[in-house]
Every structure is written in C-alpha cells, then in structure tokens.
C-alpha cells in the first residue's frame, strides 16, 4: 500500500495536508476574493461617470466569485494533481465554497483530489473516471460537511454575538480579539460580521481587531518577507500566516493582543464605529478605512484616528509585543516566513 501510495504522489502527512496544502489555498483565496476585493474597492471609488470605475466593479466582483475555484485549483497543485483531476478540482472547490465556505472548498478539494489521483491513469477510461471521481468526491463532502461548517460559522457568530451585549470595554476587547482571529484562520468574518449584521461601535472594535491582524503581520513579519510580504499581508490577507500559525502558535499572540489594547481605546475614548462590510475586512483593500469614513465621515479628524488606531498603533505595539517573543525565544527568525509561490 505505501508503495502504491508512493507511486500516486499521496503523502499521508501533516505537513503535507496542514502546511503546503493551507499555504496554496492562502493564495489562492488572495489571488482571488482578496484581489477581487481591491479591484472593486477602488472600482467604487471612482466617479460613476467614468467608464474605468463600473469595469473595475465588474472585475473585481467576477474575481471575488471564483474563489472556491481558485482555491480547488491551488490546493489540486500544491498536491500534484495530475492534470485531469487539477481541473476538475475547479468545481470540488466550487462546491465546498458554496455549502461551506472557503474551509468547505479546503477540505472538499484536499479529499477529492486524493481520491483522484489514486484512480488517475489506472483504467483506460481516464478520461473520464479521473475527473467523474474528482468532482463526485468533492460534491458529496461539499454536501455532508458543508452543513457542519455552516452551522460552526453560525456558533461562533453566536459568541461573538454575545460579546456585542457587554458592556463597552468587555465588548470591545473580546470583539477584537475574535473577529482578528475570524481573519487570520480560514473562515470568512466577513460572512460573520454581515451575518451578524454588526455595526456602529462593534464593527468599529472588530475592525480595529482585523487591521490589528494584517498590519501585525506585516510588521513582525518584515525581516522574513520584506516588502512583498508588506504588502500582500497589510492590504492583503494575514490569512498567509496560517501555515506558520501551525508550526509555531506564538506568532499569532503579538497582534491579538494588539488588537484588543486598541479596541476598547477608540471605541470607549473616541466612538470609532463601522458597518458589517468593513467590519470583518479589516486593512484587505482598505474596506475597514473606506467604510469607517462612511459611518464617521470624511474629515480630517477621522483621517487621524483611522491613521493611528488601524494603521500605526497596530504596527508598533505587535513589533514590541513580537520583539519580547523574540527575546524570550519563542518566536525566531523564518517563522513567519510566507510562500508566495
């Protein structure tokens, strides 16, 4: 049996399924509902009268569409799909996307495209059995997990939900601390924050969580991914990280704990609100800015307090949080290295 697994490409491994696997469905989400993300972004910005502003619109949104598919075919390559099952595992992704969510395409296409490539190449019907037992697989897991996973996002919207019921400093910090952690793992706080319908000061708390996050990484990550790690966790996703998070839990403690320090500091001090679109979107596009100048509006006032209390604050208290993890030796250089492919 392990050499037949051998000779399919299977690696029963964690590494194989927690680390490479959720390193190339961090891209592909990126490459597209986050890229779609900032397209439309600054689609919308863009006066209505010209052209250029509905065509980024429409790109952006067909973008963001496809991202069960782009996740179905980036996990199908990190596991060396053969062709065959790599472009069926275009419709396993869209289906797990579909019934479960980017964490249902994850696991509907990790499981099809193994089961895949075990019947690859073994009949002459190729052709047809590779892609049929791909995309069968994907469906029926789509069906039967996708239903659990909905009903966990619904649960931990639950709790969430609770935190928004206490008073301002409890509400703020735990509505912080949870929706940054919704970001950075493979589950959408974007789909919990509109679920949940969060708005005013809790979206303004769960926001600052989220940018905590992506700004976070950015910077304690910066000596292992230098600027294109800047940019593609500061405006990006910190949803990257999640393969480290893995190897070494510490790296995700500096910007949660950030996170929660400046919540209950803009919320209580300063009534920073949002609405439930920007408020599990964080810097990604920055959604979380745009759409907290459209509670607050747009003045320079504003401007300062988005600047410091999602941008700056952020940055420097993860550094110095992350440096006394450096000094204690629980965090070390290369941990949070991100593969960009």
Known sequence: MRAFLEKKGIDLSWRTYLITALSYMALGLFASLIVGLIIQTAGEQIPARLFIGGFLEEMGALA???LG???????????KA????????VVSGAAGEELGGPAGAFIAVLISVECGKLISKETRFDILLAPFVTIATGFVLASTIGPT???????FGSVINWATEQEPLTMSILVAALMGLALTFPISSAAIAIMLGLDGLAAGAATIGCSAQMVGFAISSFRDNRWGGLVSLGIGTSMLQVPNMLRNPWIV?????????LAPIAVIGFQMASTPEGAGMGTSGFVGQIMTFTTMGFTMQVFILILVFHIVLPGVLTYVIDRGLRKSGRIKDGDMTIDQG
Not at 82 to 89: D, I, K, T
Not at 149 to 155: K, S
């Open 64 to 66: 963001m569409s496809l």
């Open 82 to 89: 053969p062709p065959l099952v790599m472009f069926a595992a």
């Open 149 to 155: 996973i909905g009903n966990g996002l619904e649960a």
């Open 253 to 261: 403690v500096p910007p949660t704990i950030a996170g929660m320090i």
């Open 69 to 79: 598919p782009a996740i179905g075919v980036a996990v199908a390559y990190a596991l």
